[in-house]
């Protein structure tokens, strides 16, 4: 590995960027963190060459309208094989329309776009334990066709990387780096830290 600066910035993000591509890397399903304090498990399914990350989500999931268009999101991932903790912050906002959402939406399987045909959103109360999905499609995965109307719950949630902490912990100490920028487009400034 390269071990200036610049090589930990790359370091991380060909971490997150194998963690997309294989569900067994443990920073494939980081912690996503909201600014009212809640967090929760999603799927990484894109990180961009700038440093843009893509969730999958449902409209109707609280945290849609605590993001809306624009507010801080936090992105917390570890993979305890080599003790490596990566965390981020950045301005996340939720896509309903646009190429983006749409593209994903194109490309989902119908297994995956089956959770967006569930009768009640995540959240929403329910009379019997269960996951809302209508009965015919309980026990069976729905055709692409039958997926069609859960593409109104369907919305992507990106989140421009502002700030990027790498953190190896080791019995002997640890090496830790930060990485800010102003804006997506904007360089990093880069500086080591005590773990
Ligand atoms: C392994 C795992 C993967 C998950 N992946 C996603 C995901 O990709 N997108 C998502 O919105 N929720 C995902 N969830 C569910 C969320 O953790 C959370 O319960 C749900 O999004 C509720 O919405 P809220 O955070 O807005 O309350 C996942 C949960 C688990 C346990």
Sequence with gaps: MDLSLDGFLSDAAERLVKAVKDRRQAMHTPVVGTAEGDLRIMVLREVTPQLTLRFHTDLRSPKCALIGGGAPVSVLAYDPDVRIQLRMRGEGRIETAGPIANAAWDRATASSRRCYLAETGPGGVLEVAGSA?????????????ETATGRANFAVLLVEVRSLDWLHLTHEGGTRARFTRASASAPWQATWLAP
């Design 133 to 145: 999905i209508p009965d015919h499609l309980l026990h069976r995965a729905p055709t692409i066709e």
